[in-house]
């Protein structure tokens, strides 16, 4: 209709991860080159844009900003939700924006993870324990159940949803747990994260 607003969702086959984040009780999500999406600061999702190499639509722009706002608010809401991350530390030096952008992000990553219902970890290039983590993906899990979770796993202009029929799926939460096994504690990830943040900021000067 003449007049009428249409907002933007993001992307088609993303639109079934935001049902998921809303309905699961506990996601685990893996962050191998990016920080992941609902951990984004608006300065460093916008910077993402820019990194394109192409003029982006400014409110898709606008709308995926807004999007990744609303999520934020999650991590800090009532409810019974549970978030666990586990970030390469290739994604925490990856300049995106520049020093300045990634030492913000990086600051709010340790802000994140004081919230009583979000546990973030960090795997340093010097870990002693090789887990394969060169790909994104997210565990949805409902309930107690292991046998109703479901997968998401991005690629390039796509992601694939695996759901409990297929046998890939189990393989995810394990490879999850080792991951988290292969990391720095709570604590010491985020020691790490800021003493990280403080380096690019000197590096401003």
């Not at 993402?48 to 934020?72: C, L």
């Not at 340790?110 to 219902?117: C, F, G, K, T």
């Not at 340093?124 to 796993?153: A, C, E």
Request: net charge negative; proline share 5%; glycine share 8%.
């Amino acid at each position: 209709m003449a007049g009428e607003t249409t907002l933007y969702l993001g992307p088609r086959w993303f639109r079934a991860y935001r049902d998921l984040e809303l309905g699961a009780t506990e996601i685990m999500e893996v962050g191998s080159e990016i920080i992941p999406g609902i951990l984004q600061t608006e300065a460093y999702t916008r910077a993402m844009f820019a990194a394109y190499g192409s003029e982006p639509d400014e409110e898709v722009v606008k709308e995926t900003v807004a999007i990744r706002a609303e999520r934020r608010t999650r991590l800090d809401q009532a409810g019974e939700t549970h978030y666990s991350f586990v970030l390469s530390e290739s994604s925490l030096r990856r300049q995106i924006g520049g020093r300045s952008v990634l030492a913000g992000q990086l600051r709010h990553l340790a802000e994140v993870s004081l919230l009583p219902r979000v546990t973030l970890q960090v795997v340093p290039f010097d870990s002693q324990s090789y887990q394969p983590m060169s790909f994104n993906f997210t565990v949805f899990r409902f309930g107690r159940d292991m046998g109703d979770d479901i997968v998401y796993s991005e690629m390039f202009g796509g992601a694939v949803y695996l759901d409990k029929p297929t046998e890939q799926v189990p393989v995810y939460p394990e490879l999850f747990g080792r991951l988290r096994g292969a990391a720095l504690g709570p604590m010491e990830s985020r020691s790490f994260i800021l003493e990280l943040a403080d380096q690019f900021a000197a590096q401003q000067t």
